[in-house]
Each structure stands twice: as structure tokens, then as C-alpha cells.
């Protein structure tokens, strides 16, 4: 029962109310984590607390609202339980106290009242009881650079931290189709459109054999192919891209938009934001730590893009912005020092603008004059033609190794050797080649070359020229300031050799060495690898694309690079491009920056799906579906 009796009317010898919160005050102070002991109850006038003080009923005193602190025992929460429990004795949570004593002045085990410092909402802080429990210790890591192997694409099922993580970058193999398989895909009706097995394509036909791709003469055509590389998985692959979960209007994501930029594994994520947590510095002579890490981390990166193109020196490679920035470069420093009126300048009709513009500028400075590769109707450049146009007055070639908007392979190594038979310079646009081919610019005899990272599954704002030693020597400077001179007076400046001469204040250094960590990723995977499964991959989307009526496929080269360019009759691009978009597909839609070579075809504009080593073949299957229901759509 619940005493009510006034201070005045209770029994002899007992304390008065203020008595008792005192006592159950002291009482939960000696919980463990509590207030230092109370004095003992002999000291109080002999009254031990009561031991039981949860009743087995329900309570509606003052404490039974109010949340709980989240990992601990709240005195006073326990007093008045929120719902009906048996009774339980604190005895477990302080054994100190004697079990079940009995009150010796006959009262009984239930609480009445409790002083506002026992209220869970107010009474924690004053008893000392902690906030919240103290976080687990961290595990150390297996390495000091989580980004080499803790977050893996390919998650252990081993719980004890100290075995070692999957390999997070090589792709796994889990049964890959072989001839009979690839027949069957490339059948009139492979698949259905919302199938859960993802077959990566079979190999590649030799591009040089003068039969083309295969889908170009029918499935028949490569009965003797061997299956794709044994050690690709498509879906081990997908597994370190986060955002290819990503949902579009509800559905998964599908990047078919590779040729603007690709996305990043989660290796150079990781890279990115370990370089600022630990690394971040400017770079070069500074006397700290930081600036030692930084500076090895990005011309650690400079000598895996070095590697990566086959350059032969380190000192060959310049960091920039990216492709556009590298044509102008050199343009503005070569072009300026080499180019005069009435020489001419040699590009294709395959350029994306910025290996177009800059040269116009250039021309138009100096009184040259530009001179255009034509291309035939499938969109390859004509040799002949550009033998016709080479004399003693071409200076610098200027050629893309893969087109951005029609995906056609040039072949750069004989335009190349061409042109230095012609006493001329050559410079190859690798935006669009490096994340599909396997590049060697001593091979290849560029005497420049450039690539952007974001093409190559590497940060945006970064990008590359290479440049024979021998050229970067007697080139001007770009750009002047910081970080690129050896010596400065008020009189005269005497400037760094190459590369540093063409790299003006502070770079972005993080995204550079984000750029060598995607090459890295690249490399174990294996840019003979991808080639061949993309090629197959574009060969399937090719092969069930090509009969759907109302599409014209835009370049059918034989030797492509996997971007697929069409339009839709009665459709405009912008209309194809929003159905797909209601889909989840990204695909471009536009004239892609390369309006000459979409009008040598007669279009202003067209789709440009532009498929990469992580897209699947489901994916092309829904990308395929849909043009199939605009197609049908525009028949009725």
C-alpha cells in the first residue's frame, strides 16, 4: 500500500520525509559508477534501506515518464516501471546491499515519494551516471592505408580483423560463356528483357583480320571465338563502383554516358580522402612531414602515368586540367614558337572541338591554315586522302586515337609515322582511348599526347600531356608564376626544366594522385581485358540495336571503341534521351562537341549510348527495350 500519512503523524523513530530522500539518495549512490559511499544506515538511527524497492504492480507516481539514458541504469527509472513487471530486487545490481531486509520499523518495501534527483530526465548528471558508454576500442588496421585493402569489393566472410582482405580490384571469374554460349546470345531473342543472369560477353575478333565486328555480318560469323578473359567478372567489377546503386525515378541506375566521363572505384575514393586526412600539403621544398608525403604521393602519381603511357622519362609528363587544356598548351607554347603564315595544320574530321579550336586560334594568329582528313562512310579516316595532304608546309598533325562521338579506332601509329616522314610534328587526342586500349606512346612515335583522368575512372580536373623531352626542352612556358622558376631577380627569371616549367603555382595535386590510384585499378584489372570484354559488350548491344525499325546507326567502322551513336526516326535525341531517362539509363544526347564529323552524316545531333567494363549485359537489355517500345510506339 502507499503511505499518505503527514510527516507529523508517522510512527516514533521514524525519519520524516526529507530523511527519507536523503537516505534513497545515498542509497543509489551506491550503485556502482555512483557517488562516493554514503555513510552506512547505523549511522542514520538504524534504519537499513529497503532492499525491494520494484513492486510487482504497476506504478503512476512522478516517474514513470521520461526516456531512459541510452546504455545505463538510470536510478530512478527502475522505481516506477512504464509497464507491468514482476517484481525484481536491485540486489543483483548491488550486491552490497543486503538481500530482501526486512525494515525494522514494519514499512513496507514500496517507495512513496522520490526527490527530483532520481527523475531518469534529471537525476543521471547529478548521480554521476555516464551519458553514454564508452565507444569499443578500434581495431588497428592491416595496413596503414585503408585504401589498399579495407574496404574491399569483395567483403571477407572471415570476422578476425587480422586476416587480410580480398583482393578488392582483380575481377573473379564465375563461369564466363563459351562458343555455344556467345551463339546463343547473339540469337534473334538471347534473352528476355528482366533476366537475373548476367553472361559477360565471349572475346574478341582480331580487328586487323579484314572481316570486322562480327555483328556486322551476323552471329555465324565467329562460331570459332574464344570465351572472354577467364579472370573478368562483370558483377566482382561492379562491386567496387558505389554509385552504380544509385536509383534513377526508381530504378538502378544504368551509365551508359562513359564517353563524358566515367565513374570512380571506391580504391580512388578512398585514395582521395586519405590524401586529405593525412597528406594534404603543398608540394616541394618545405622542411615538413606533410609536405615530404604530399610531394611523394603526386610524383608517385607522375610515375604511374609514366608507366602507364610507356613515356620514357618522368620528366616527360605535364599535369593539367585535362585534354582541352593539354591541346591548348601545347598549341599557345609549340604552336606559337613553330607555326607561321602559310603553314598548315592537320586534323580529322573525327576531331572533338578541343582539338579543333585551338588550332583555329592558332591559325588565325599566325596566317596558317587547317587542313581536314576526311572519312569514309562508316566513319574511318582515309589514308590516301591524308597522304594528299601532307607537304612541306604541315607542321603539326593533330589527330583523336578514338572518336567521342562515332567510336572509331584511328589508326594513330601509321598517321603518325606519316607525318614525320613528312618532316611534320604529331599529337594524339587520348581522351577517349586510354580507358579501352592499351597505349605506348614510344610505340605509338607521338611526339605529344593527352588523356584526361575522368575518362579513365579517375578524378575530374586532372589530365596529362606527354611531350618528348627533347620538345618540352625548347618550348616556352605556358604560364609563369610559382613552383615552375629556378631563379627570379627584377631583371630576369631563369625557369625550372621540364616538367615543372609547364606546371605554374600550385596544382591539383590530390586529384593527381586520385589519378594514379584509377591507374592502378586500371592496370590490375587489365586494359587487355576490358578491350575484349567491352568489344563484345558493343557487339551485343550492337547486334539486337541495329534491326529495330527507325534506327541508323551514326559510324560503323570496323574497329570501334564501344560507343554506339543512332538516331530514331520520328524521334528527336532530346525525346530518346528523357525516355530512357524515365528508365534509369543515362545516355548523352546532343552533338557531343564534334558537330563536323555528325554533320559529314547529315545529323545535327544523335544518342550516344557509351558503355564501359562495368556495364552488364541486362543493362543493354532494358537500354534495348525501350528503343524497342519507341520504335513500336512511332509504327502505330
Wanted: proline share 9%.
Amino acid at each position: 500500500m502507499t503511505i499518505q500519512t503527514p510527516t507529523s503523524e508517522l510512527p516514533a523513530g521514524l525519519p520524516d520525509l526529507s530523511e527519507l530522500t536523503r537516505l534513497a539518495g545515498e542509497f543509489f549512490s551506491a550503485l556502482p559508477g555512483g557517488l562516493p559511499k554514503p555513510t552506512p544506515p547505523s549511522a542514520l538511527g538504524g534504519v537499513p534501506a529497503p532492499a525491494q524497492l520494484l513492486p510487482g504492480g504497476t506504478s503512476t507516481g512522478p516517474l514513470t515518464q521520461g526516456p531512459q539514458l541510452p546504455g545505463t541504469l538510470a536510478p530512478g527509472a527502475n522505481l516506477a516501471p512504464n509497464n507491468p513487471q514482476s517484481g525484481l530486487s536491485l540486489v543483483a545490481s548491488a550486491p552490497s546491499l543486503q538481500p530482501h531486509a526486512a525494515a525494522p520499523n514494519g514499512l513496507p518495501d514500496t517507495p512513496v515519494l522520490a526527490g527530483p534527483a532520481l527523475d531518469s530526465r534529471a537525476g543521471g548528471p547529478l548521480l554521476g551516471v555516464p551519458e553514454a558508454l564508452p565507444a569499443p576500442a578500434a581495431q588497428p588496421p592491416s595496413t596503414p592505408y585503408y585504401f589498399l585493402g579495407e574496404s574491399s569489393g569483395y567483403p571477407s566472410t572471415l570476422k578476425q580483423p587480422e586476416v587480410p582482405r580480398e583482393d578488392r580490384v582483380s575481377a573473379r571469374s564465375f563461369g564466363l560463356p563459351g562458343a555455344d554460349d556467345l551463339r546463343a546470345l547473339l540469337g534473334e531473342n538471347p534473352r528476355g528483357t528482366g533476366g537475373s543472369q548476367t553472361p559477360a560477353p565471349a572475346g574478341v575478333s582480331n580487328a586487323n583480320s579484314g572481316s570486322g565486328y562480327y555483328f556486322l555480318s551476323g552471329p555465324q560469323a565467329d562460331a570459332t571465338r574464344q570465351p572472354s578473359p577467364a579472370g573478368f567478372d562483370v558483377n566482382a567489377v561492379r562491386r567496387d563502383f558505389p554509385i552504380l546503386q544509385e536509383r534513377v525515378n526508381g530504378k538502378q541506375l544504368v551509365w551508359f554516358d562513359n564517353a563524358a566521363t566515367t565513374h570512380k572505384p571506391q580504391s580512388v575514393i578512398d585514395r582521395l580522402a586519405w590524401f586529405y586526412a593525412h597528406e594534404n600539403s603543398n608540394i616541394h621544398r618545405a622542411a615538413h612531414a606533410l609536405a615530404a608525403r604530399a610531394t611523394d604521393a603526386y610524383e608517385g602519381a607522375r610515375e604511374k602515368v609514366r608507366a602507364f603511357l610507356g613515356a620514357a622519362s618522368v620528366d616527360e609528363v605535364i599535369f593539367v586540367r585535362g585534354a582541352t587544356e593539354a591541346i591548348n598548351l601545347v598549341a599557345k607554347t609549340w604552336g606559337v614558337q613553330n607555326v607561321g603564315a602559310g603553314d598548315e595544320i592537320i586534323v580529322s574530321n573525327l576531331e572533338h572541338h578541343a582539338n579543333i579550336v585551338p588550332w583555329q586560334q592558332l591559325a588565325a594568329e599566325k596566317g596558317a591554315r587547317i587542313r581536314v582528313i576526311p572519312v569514309d562512310d562508316t566513319g574511318q579516316v582515309l589514308l590516301d586522302e591524308y597522304r594528299k595532304l601532307l607537304n612541306p608546309r604541315t607542321r603539326i598533325v593533330a589527330v583523336t586515337q578514338v572518336s567521342n562521338a562515332l567510336g572509331t579506332v584511328v589508326p594513330v601509329r601509321e598517321i603518325v609515322a606519316m607525318a614525320h616522314a613528312a618532316g611534320a610534328r604529331a599529337l594524339v587526342d587520348g581522351a577517349q582511348s586510354v580507358s579501352h586500349l592499351r597505349v605506348n606512346v614510344q610505340e605509338i612515335g607521338a611526339d605529344f599526347f593527352v588523356f584526361s583522368g575522368h575518362k579513365i575512372f579517375g578524378p575530374t580536373g586532372i589530365g596529362v600531356v606527354y611531350g618528348r623531352r627533347e620538345l618540352l626542352d625548347a618550348m616556352p612556358p605556358w604560364q609563369g608564376g610559382g613552383n615552375m622558376i629556378a631563379d627570379v631577380t627584377f631583371e630576369r627569371t631563369l625557369f625550372q626544366p621540364p616538367p615543372n616549367k609547364f606546371e605554374a603555382g600550385t596544382g591539383n595535386i590530390a586529384d593527381a594522385v586520385g589519378l594514379g590510384a584509377a591507374l592502378d585499378y586500371v592496370q590490375r584489372i587489365g586494359l587487355e581485358n576490358i578491350a575484349r570484354y567491352e568489344h563484345d559488350l558493343l557487339a551485343y548491344a550492337t547486334h539486337h540495336l541495329q534491326p529495330i525499325p527507325g534506327v541508323r546507326l551514326i559510324g560503323t567502322a570496323a574497329d570501334k571503341a564501344s560507343v554506339l551513336s543512332f538516331v530514331l526516326k520520328g524521334y528527336t535525341t532530346e525525346e530518346v534521351g528523357r525516355a530512357l531517362n524515365e528508365e534509369g539509363i543515362a545516355v548523352r544526347s546532343g552533338h557531343h562537341c564534334a558537330q563536323p564529323i555528325l554533320r559529314r552524316f547529315g545529323v545535327e545531333a544523335t544518342v550516344r549510348p557509351s558503355l564501359a567494363f562495368y556495364n552488364s549485359c541486362e543493362e543493354v537489355d532494358r537500354f534495348i527495350q525501350v528503343v524497342r517500345r519507341l520504335s513500336s510506339g512511332r509504327a502505330r
